[in-house]
């Protein structure tokens, strides 16, 4: 898929490997629990759309990890794909921000990871379909030679059709009343190849999206994805250059009660989002 091949928040990136995670400015909401849905008739609106988000942005790990560097599980330089515990590992977390989107990424197979992560988060996200912050994003995480490819693709993609017909209005915001959500959530990361100032990254993710609202046709559901991304490093830090998205591996859904739209929309808005570190 070329540079501007994103997925965006309302569809669907397995890898070993692990992540640690706190939240940075998240604020306390009502928890909520993800239904048993039944079979749907069509893909969620990201894959509707077509986008691939790159990567994801966001992630500034307070938890160091530490774990023993004799351990055979841990993973290490030169072998990408080795199975790992989840047990949190590498170096600290970045400390340094371009708006929202983490920066500081060591110069390594870690940091590659995390920015990958980082990066899908802040593609999947709802901002995505708001033009202004939209091109934020991008500029943030892509690489100069290829954003203003990027953002003449994405523009053409979230098309003033394809946004009405996501029930928002052309700058992006949901009907009042409702809540729109779009949040990726990366489940793990494992680094595919690695040349030093190159790597290709897999991201396994899982979506939330739809509309949170009494009167929505639109409810929130869940999709699985995997995002490869291919990085770069330029400027100091992991741009992207590329990715591309397939479906799943995706799990059976569960037995938890599906739950109203006013608890979702009280739970993606109470509830931060992470910062990744791998």
Known sequence: MSPGDEHDSFGGVGGSGQTRTRLPEGNSGDVYGAGRRPARSSRSLATVVGVVVLLVGAIALANRGGGDPSDPSAPRSGTPGRAASTAATGVPPVTGRNGT?????????????????????ALGSAAMFRPASRHDIVRAVYAPAVVESVLRKLDDTYSTALVKSAGLDANGAAPTGTTLVSRTVPVGAKVREYAG??????????????????????????????????????EGDWRL?????????????????????????????????????R
């Open 241 to 277: 250059e590329s990715s591309s998205q397939s479906d799943g591996p995706t799990p059976v859904n569960g037995d938890n009660r599906a739950s109203t739209a006013d608890e979702i929309a009280e739970a993606v808005e109470g509830y931060g989002g992470f910062t990744y570190a």
């Open 197 to 234: 100032d190159s790597a290709t990254v897999e991201v396994w993710c899982t979506n939330l999206g739809g509309l949170a609202g009494a009167d929505s046709t639109r409810p929130v559901t869940s999709t699985w994805f995997t995002i490869t991304e291919k990085l770069t490093w330029v």
């Open 101 to 121: 989107i983490p920066t500081g990424h060591a110069r390594d197979e870690q940091g590659a990871q995390s920015a990958a992560t980082n990066y899908a988060v």
